[in-house]
């Protein structure tokens, strides 16, 4: 038996050899050896971060909250804040990634919560959080994961070539050429915010098919069409809309509103801010607005705070602080909006408490 | 927990060092508690059913031993109604639940304690190897009536005989005469056995985890989830997805087998070989004594032969083959898609005997050798897709899918753009990382080579015995049997990466569901 037993470890050792190189280069700092993550943003660093170590206060939503300097938040606020919100999250991962957070750390006493017309629409049934937990939870899930493989190779091969790895920031450098269409005619907006709300109306439960032609792009993905879509936007009308919000959704985001207020947790709901293109050629034009309005009330009624700057915006921001229709620009607007979120506002800062 | 699992690994070598530690008496009762944990994590809530059935049924054989005449042919039939009815209530009973609203809480707990699958419909998870372990005791009450075989003695043997983790899953179906005996004596470590036994294993892990589950993606992509969802495709992506899932369910199915024959052996048991390149057979009657052999057997001698087999003239004999195929259809599921696949191979063969004095005839015309290579290569081909066709029936959720499946592939298409939807189908599975998508193709053909290569050896070289491959393999050099050892483990490690870490919740053994 110690000869088969000496036999199998030999058979591992290449096996072993490759799993010190992937803890070595993987990405997310998973085990918490590293002191920090390359790639920050990812939902495997966000909360195996809040596994190794959880916050009393915590963001939820998808790239909208994801990207705040979080040492701002703290000098903003006073406390630390766990950003567990995480680029393509959909309405149904951020409630059960709530429900895991609060499991985990019974004294979780804060939460921003992102509620948005794109992640409450009725098209979007995805939920992967039994992926995600069993990855975050798992370590052999996550040494055997496919895809963290694959980072990590990629890692690998970026820093054997010299190249700086580190989460990407959204930052543009636009010029008045941005705001010219194809013919020369002036845009009020930049192609490139013409062009997103274009992928918003393609992204399924928006709006029907067919309703804007196809985008087209040059190589380095420049909008070669921006004034033919601007065109189209503008005669677009609400019968072109296949919105509808997502009601199981919405329950459990009342639902949510009840566990809180029964643990006493300080929740507020947050509608994140969009630029005025998206406002003018998508929440009015398609008649969104009118629904958005509902869910609000909707969510008010449970007596949780509301941060709107999306249906009925308590702020508006500049376009040009915007990187695209729904994510500020890292350098120009996003400190701005920090700001505007965090400063003043009383259950953000430490110990507030809404009672039981 | 199943043989591709995280937890498999770890219990595997613990239950073997008990196992062989343990004084020979006691073996057997190590085996068996070992066998009992192994079920518990599969269906706890059905563990009291299986002992009790594994009792039940013991007691009843030991009975029906004492007894000689219509009395002991009437305790044969208790102990064949035990089982038989926990098969047929337990399955017919999933079947009429189906579906069936109920409140929420009923149905938490039911999935809490294993019965249900659905969180918001009634899903009746039946006990695992329910029809493996039923028909296994069923075999045993008949052999001992026969008296081909001992009645058992031990209960704990008996136990073990219908418990045991190796087979109960998806098979073997063990024969008593052959299994029992093996428990009677203690058994020792063979570094040799062990050795051969971890082989088999890795070449199951191999054909399971590298080739079966791979091809599953392209499988899965064309028939999809649900009735219906089938018919988004047409062309050659149909013959591409069905030929998938002829392969997977080989691939699935011998592989688990290996994995049962390699543990088993490791242990110092040798159970039924259950494969032998069925897809090189040269006639259906061929295909059915190489595939799922221990099954085809089993139908013989308990249902084929007692109908009067071939005995009683030539069209009571077809009768009896359709019955017994039919009867092997419904054994693998209850819808119409499983009796009219098991009816198939019935009519192949009943039209294939008919036919016989003419085929030979042909030949002789021709002046080609039946046992020619030239005809050997027509033979397999035909068969194999015969063999095709009917799984087509196996797969699909309905007959409707599975005749669409089988017309449309030649409504139109090109095999060009039947690659590049097939190609479209890995992709999604990789978020539309097209190099990683090339490199999982690339994978899967090299496993596919390897596991076709294995097969050939199996079939035709000198050195392998009894269709397994495992004796070439330990009869090379040291190094090269190192770089086969290598090359196994490298491949078991990727298919696991490809496969997404599927060691810790893996994807089921496709026979489990039988």
Request: hydrophobic share 50%; with cysteine.
């Amino acid at each position: 038996m110690k000869r088969i037993a000496a036999v199998m470890a030999l058979l591992c050792v290449p096996i072993a050899l490759y799993f010190g190189i992937f803890l070595y280069f993987e990405p997310y700092d998973y085990f918490g050896l590293k002191g920090g993550a390359v790639q920050e943003d990812s939902y495997i660093t966000r909360v195996r971060s809040y596994l190794n170590d959880p916050q009393d206060a915590i963001l939820l939503g998808d790239s909208r909250m994801a990207h705040f300097d979080m040492e701002q938040v703290q000098q903003l606020t006073g406390r630390s804040w766990a950003n567990l919100a995480f680029g393509g999250a959909s309405m149904a991962e951020s409630i059960d990634l709530f429900y895991l957070a609060a499991e985990k750390n019974p004294n979780l006493n804060t939460c921003y919560f992102e509620v948005s017309f794109y992640t409450l629409r009725s098209g979007d049934n995805r939920n992967r959080m039994e992926h995600i937990q069993t990855l975050v939870e798992n370590p052999f899930a996550y040494l055997f994961n496919f895809d963290c493989n694959a980072d990590m190779l990629n890692e690998l091969l970026l820093r054997l070539q010299g190249v700086q790895t580190g989460a990407s920031r959204d930052e543009g450098h636009w010029t008045q050429e941005d705001y010219v269409s194809e013919t020369g005619q002036a845009l009020p907006y930049r192609r490139n915010q013409i062009a997103y709300i274009a992928t918003l109306y393609g992204a399924g439960g928006i709006a029907k098919a067919g309703t804007l032609p196809d985008t087209q792009t040059d190589a380095d993905g420049n909008v070669l069409n921006a004034g033919q879509l601007l065109d189209a936007l503008q005669s677009v009308t609400p019968q072109a809309s296949d919105y509808s919000v997502n009601e199981e959704n919405l329950q459990a985001l009342v639902e949510l509103a009840a566990f809180c207020k029964e643990r006493g947790i300080a929740l507020t709901f947050v509608f994140p801010p969009v630029d005025g293109a998206v406002q003018e050629y998508l929440l009015d034009a398609l008649g969104i607005r009118d629904e958005l309005l509902r869910v609000k009330q909707t969510l008010a009624a449970t007596g949780t705070p509301i941060r709107d700057f999306e249906c009925q915006p308590e702020v508006v921001f500049d376009n040009e602080l915007f990187y695209d229709g729904f994510h500020f620009d890292a350098v120009r607007g996003l400190g701005n909006y920090t700001e505007v979120l965090f400063a003043g506002n009383d259950t953000a800062k430490e110990g507030a408490n809404l009672g039981a | 927990m199943s043989f591709n699992t995280l937890s498999f690994f770890v219990f595997f070598p613990l239950c073997a060092v008990a196992y062989f530690r343990v004084p020979g008496k006691y073996q057997n009762a190590v085996l068996l508690a070992a066998s009992w944990l192994f079920y518990a994590f599969a269906t706890p809530a059905w563990l009291p059913v299986l002992i009790a059935d594994s009792l039940a049924t013991f007691g009843a054989v030991r009975w029906m031993a004492r007894a000689e005449g219509p009395s002991r042919k009437r305790r044969l039939w208790l102990a064949i109604g035990l089982n038989l009815g926990l098969l047929v209530g337990l399955k017919a009973l999933a079947v009429a639940l189906a579906g069936m609203p109920m409140v929420q809480p009923v149905l938490n707990v039911l999935e809490r304690i294993g019965l249900s699958a659905s969180a918001q419909r009634f899903s009746l998870i039946l006990p695992l190897g329910i029809s493996f372990f039923t028909l296994q005791a069923i075999g045993c009450a008949v052999d001992v009536y026969r008296k081909t075989c001992p009645a058992p003695k031990s209960a704990v043997q008996f136990c073990l005989f219908t418990s045991f983790f190796g087979f109960i899953s998806s098979g073997p179906i063990t024969r008593a005469g052959s299994f029992l005996p093996q428990l009677a004596a203690p058994r020792t470590f063979h570094a040799d056995k062990a050795a051969s036994g971890l082989v088999l294993m890795a070449q199951g892990l191999v054909a399971k985890v590298c080739v079966a589950d791979l091809l599953a993606i392209l499988a899965n992509g064309v028939w999809g989830s649900g009735a219906g969802a089938v018919r988004a495709w047409s062309g050659p992506v149909l013959t591409l997805g069905a030929l998938a899932y002829t392969f997977q369910l080989y691939f699935d199915f011998s592989g688990y087998s290996m994995l049962a024959q390699g543990c088993a052996r490791v242990l110092g048991l040798e159970l039924a070989q259950n494969f032998n390149t069925p897809y090189f057979s040269r006639s259906i009657k061929e295909f059915w004594r190489r595939w799922h052999m221990s099954l085809s057997s089993w139908l013989r001698d308990y249902v084929y032969i007692p109908l009067g087999g071939n005995r009683k003239g030539t069209v009571r004999k077809y009768v009896n083959v359709l019955l017994t195929f039919a009867m092997s259809g419904l054994w693998h599921g209850t819808g119409f898609t499983f009796l009219i696949w098991g009816l198939l191979h019935g009519l192949y063969q009943v039209v294939g005997a008919v036919l016989e004095p003419l085929r030979a005839r042909l030949y002789a015309l021709l002046h080609i050798r039946r046992d020619g290579w030239a005809a050997s290569i027509w033979q397999c081909c035909i068969t194999f897709l015969l063999v095709h066709v009917a799984w087509v029936f196996f797969r699909a959720p309905s007959v409707q899918d599975a005749l669409y499946a089988l017309t449309a592939q030649f409504a139109g298409g090109s095999v060009s753009s039947a690659l590049a939807q097939a190609w479209g189908i890995i992709l999604s599975g990789f978020n539309a990382k097209p190099l990683l998508a090339a490199a999982f193709a690339a994978f899967l053909a090299v496993c596919f080579a390897a596991c076709f290569a294995l097969d050939l050896v199996r079939r035709f070289s000198s050195h392998s015995v009894q269709g397994e491959a495992t004796p070439a393999l330990m009869s090379l050099g040291t190094g090269l049997r190192w770089l086969c050892y290598y090359a196994l483990a490298g491949l078991i490690f990727l298919g696991f990466l490809f496969n997404n870490g599927y060691l810790t919740g893996a994807v089921s053994f496709l026979y489990a569901n039988f």
